[in-house]
């Protein structure tokens, strides 16, 4: 197999830089092709085209997308630069750090910025290293030693914290599949990473102050004791969960939420001149907290505690929805820290198996949607279709949970007319099948209608 071209060399630049600001799609994609190639050799066109539409679609994660290389795997499974800068800010102050798995580096340009000694970065696919020492240049973390490696054949030692990023494969080497015993798929969960989830807790045991990056879904029963367990969203879409080792945990379970990007355009470059400091790894007494921001204008807020179950009932109080409801963020509910957000909001559940929380003032944290309850009954499509003309409800969001039915054919069937809009959402309370006409929490009493 012939080697791919080298994206760092003068005539690549050239080329990337002509193509700065075209929007690839097939169409134009094969225009800029057949005109690129009477200056540019075809295999040069056709990597600098593929490079300049993952630019495109890599502008929601990164703000200096368009100067970053990428592979297609490699941009699907990095984090964004909010999350890799948060996940960093933990390891603030060590000396050298090794990132295993380093896939192109998102995560390394974010350790670069904080650590006191050359990150050094691993991967066994030589391209992605390539990009990941570029990325980490762009991002202006020159101070970085790459190796390619498969890790498990090194003998990791002499650094002072390690961050591993298990949730990928890179190639279809056959020692993958010797490895994997055959299985398929890029993104792993629990005991099924490479490396496996058991052999990155072994290395932090070696090492002390160890973190290890898994996919959002991690069984909760996989997390080794005495380790941390952060799940991170990014506004309401979970991304990921970190795992921290005793040496840099603070608490048993962690929800952390990072305020989404503008939403007049994507994430801005970082600021220039010194990196930022650490953001504040939380509040390890349990309390609920606004940390610093990630950027200028970008909040985190982590919730803590010890975690109470599956939808984090433990001693909360169940009763009929009150006049506000809650819907979680999903990183409170994989935290399993619903019932620690009940407890400290003063709110109740619905159903004991049931995440949402209800009460009777508006609940006003970020750990969760709130909903303004303007009907609440038994759920029954027809009645609620009429209760929903009534209303002039002509559009509505419909969130289902715990409860069957499809989403589409009930909206359809609704037969929905009137100039407002509404959320329905379909549920338990106290096991029977349930429905809700709500709005925003932060909505106005005036004459709107009250629970009936």
């Not at 006191?116 to 101070?143: C, K, M, Q």
């Not at 004791?225 to 962690?254: D, Q, Y």
Request: charged share 20%.
């Amino acid at each position: 197999m012939s080697e791919p071209p080298d994206l760092d060399s003068p005539a690549a630049r050239e080329l990337l830089d002509r193509l700065a600001g075209e929007q690839i799609d097939p169409g134009r994609a094969l225009a800029l092709a057949q005109s690129l190639r009477a200056s540019y050799p075809p295999g040069l066109v056709a990597a600098a085209l593929t490079q300049q539409a993952l630019r495109q679609a890599a502008r929601a994660k990164f703000g200096r997308a368009g100067q970053m290389l990428f592979t297609r795997d490699g941009l699907e499974q990095a984090s964004s630069d909010a999350t890799a800068r948060h996940g960093a800010a933990r390891f603030a102050g060590a000396g050298r750090i090794a990132d295993l798995c380093c896939g192109i580096g998102a995560s390394l340009a974010a350790l670069a910025r904080v650590a006191s000694e050359p990150v050094i970065a691993v991967d066994r696919d030589l391209t992605s290293l390539r990009y990941a020492r570029h990325n980490a240049a762009v991002h202006g973390g020159a101070g970085v030693a790459v190796v390619c490696a498969d890790v498990r054949d090194l003998a990791v030692g002499g650094v002072d914290a390690v961050f591993i990023d298990p949730a990928r494969r890179a190639g279809s080497a056959a020692g993958t599949a010797a490895r994997d015993g055959g299985r398929g798929g890029r993104r792993l969960l629990g005991g099924r990473s490479e490396p496996p989830l058991e052999w990155c807790v072994q290395l932090a045991d070696r090492i002390g102050r160890a973190g290890i990056k898994t996919a959002p879904g991690l069984d909760r029963a996989l997390i080794p004791a005495g380790w941390e367990a952060e799940f991170v969203a990014v506004g309401r879409e979970l991304k990921e969960a970190l795992l921290w080792s005793p040496a840099l945990a603070t608490t048993p379970r962690r929800a952390t939420v990072l305020a989404p990007p503008a939403a007049d355009g994507p994430p801005g470059p970082e600021p220039a001149g010194d990196p930022p400091g650490p953001e504040p790894a939380g509040d390890p007494a349990g309390r609920m907290a606004a940390a610093g921001p990630a950027r200028p204008g970008r909040a985190v807020h982590t919730l803590t505690g010890a975690g109470d179950g599956p939808e984090g009932a433990g001693d909360v109080p169940v009763a009929a929805p009150g006049e506000f409801l809650l819907d979680p963020n999903p990183a409170v509910t994989r935290a399993g820290l619903v019932g620690e957000l009940a407890r400290r909001t003063g709110g109740w559940q619905i159903d004991p198996m049931i995440a949402f929380l209800s009460s009777g003032r508006p609940f006003g944290t970020p750990f969760g949607r709130g909903l303004r309850v303007l009907h609440s009954a038994p759920w029954q499509e027809k009645a609620f279709a009429r209760r929903l003309r009534e209303l002039g409800i002509g559009s509505a969001d419909i969130r289902r949970r715990g409860l069957a039915g499809d989403v589409t054919l009930i909206h359809r069937r609704l037969g929905l007319r009137g100039p407002g809009s509404a959320v329905l959402v379909l549920t338990r309370v106290s096991g029977r099948p349930w429905g809700l006409i709500c709005t925003a929490e932060e909505a106005g009493h005036g004459s709107r209608p009250r629970i009936s």
